[in-house]
């Protein structure tokens, strides 16, 4: 996923050639800084390796509010096309779910079938 932030940096042992890679300028860097909420008094005390730093944890940060988003629009287009909404008690915590009526029936059964199989009364 592109988040639009420059790396500073390729690692500890590897150095490109200039050819290789064209180095940020000096306000590509700020601007990169400024995306990532550091301010210009605290960029200009960070090492590269903190600022590489920052932009990683940045660039995960928003890798994950990309999936919630996700998630969010998945969730909606799957409630657009159901009938009936289940209970908001119920979406937000499954296993609080009352079981009433056939379902109930089918489950108390399967229960007893499977305590008859084990051997306990």
């Known amino acids: 996923m592109e988040v639009g932030v420059p790396c500073t940096t390729t690692g500890a042992l590897f150095k490109p050639s200039r ?15 400024a995306l990532i909420g550091v301010s210009d008094e605290d960029f200009w005390l960070l090492t590269w390796t903190e600022f590489d730093r920052k ?10 509010r990309y999936k919630l988003m996700l998630k969010q629009a998945w969730y909606t ?4 096309r159901t009938k009936r909404l289940p209970s908001l008690q119920i979406v937000l915590n499954p296993e609080a779910r009352v079981v009433r009526g056939e379902e109930k029936a089918r489950l108390q059964a399967e229960h007893e ?9």
């Open 55 to 64: 932009q990683w944890a940045h660039l995960r940060h928003e890798e994950a």
């Open 19 to 33: 050819r290789a890679e064209r180095r940020p300028t000096w306000d590509e860097l700020l601007d990169a800084a």
């Open 113 to 121: 079938q499977m305590m008859k199989a084990m051997g306990v009364s």
């Open 77 to 80: 287009a799957s409630y657009t």
